[in-house]
């Protein structure tokens, strides 16, 4: 059951309005040195997208002759401000394989400054089985929903991803979660905590799954519980493996903490960020990584 909690310092004050600015879209793409991973011929693909004060998607593509396995994304902005304030609602693998898409809106307040959205890719020659599962959860107004996306028996998850459809940054990913045996992936949604948010959303989840490669493991970072913000966990692979798939969690945050930050930081290490939105929440609340290595 998913309960909202009216914290004390839920004013929320109005942003100023600012006219978008326009700038040359940036576009980073690194192949970091690692360690040989268990898919032969992974590489980590960044892209930075343009800088203005509207909502935005980046796209970080893959090499020709690979196929996306798993990625993420996080929120910059000058002094981070913007953290409180944008929501990541969509985190998915691109249709066909070609990368992974991030799109991220400020909430129904707005933010009157400039933020941008790098995404990241893990990418790799075709590995044995790989297959796509979509999920697609009830279209309502429930504040909070959750829903598993299972991989065929004998296949386990090497990547994952969701959609917030029509919560236009009313809804935050609240988890983005592989389970422990690596069979399947929890994605949650919640409704954030301004004023009750009446339109219809629903939620789309993507596990990518394949023949397991030797030495799969999920690893588990976690962060401090507490009513601090903003808050990091990590995630690091066993020495020798690599980060094949990303995903992320925000504990007891009821939809008054986001996600700004769920992604691959090396090709060793994933980094999963939370920050209470700019009301404020009176609550302890912890966020965890999880890395998905061989």
């Known amino acids: 059951m998913y309960v909202r909690r009216n914290g004390a310092g839920r004013t929320r004050r109005i942003a100023t309005t600012a006219g978008l600015a326009s700038a040359a879209l940036l576009v980073t793409q690194l192949a970091l040195v690692a360690p040989a991973s268990a898919v032969p011929g992974l590489v980590l693909k960044v892209t930075g997208g343009e800088t203005n004060s509207g909502w935005k998607t980046t796209n970080a593509q893959c090499p020709v002759g690979t196929t996306v396995l798993g990625g993420g994304g996080r929120i910059v902005s000058d002094n981070g401000a913007a953290n409180s304030q944008v929501t990541m609602d969509t985190m998915l693998p691109l ?61 386990k998850v090497l990547g994952l991803g969701a959609d917030m459809a029509g919560g236009m940054g009313r809804v935050v990913i609240d988890d983005l979660r ?3 045996d690596l069979t399947k992936i929890t994605v949650a949604g919640m409704e954030d905590g301004g004023p009750d948010y009446l339109d219809s959303w629903s939620m789309v989840g993507k596990a990518v799954c394949a023949t397991p490669p030797a030495g799969l493991v999920r690893v588990t970072g976690f962060g401090t519980l507490d009513s601090q913000t903003p808050k990091t966990a990590t995630a690091r692979c066993p020495e020798g493996k690599r980060v094949h798939g990303v995903g992320g969690e925000i504990d007891n945050g009821q939809g008054e903490v986001r996600m700004t930050a769920m992604w691959a930081s090396s090709s060793t290490t994933v980094t999963v960020t939370g920050a209470e939105e700019e009301g404020g929440y009176g609550n302890s609340w912890a966020v965890k990584a999880y890395a998905i290595c061989a």
């Open 178 to 180: 592989p389970s422990a």
């Open 95 to 155: 249709f066909g394989g070609g990368g992974y898409s991030v799109t991220a809106r400020e909430d129904g307040n707005g933010y009157g400054g400039d933020w941008s959205i790098t995404t990241s890719a893990l990418c790799a020659p075709e590995p044995a089985g790989l297959e796509t599962r979509t999920q697609l959860s009830d279209n309502n107004s429930n504040v909070g929903k959750t829903m598993d996306v299972e991989c065929p028996p004998g296949k």
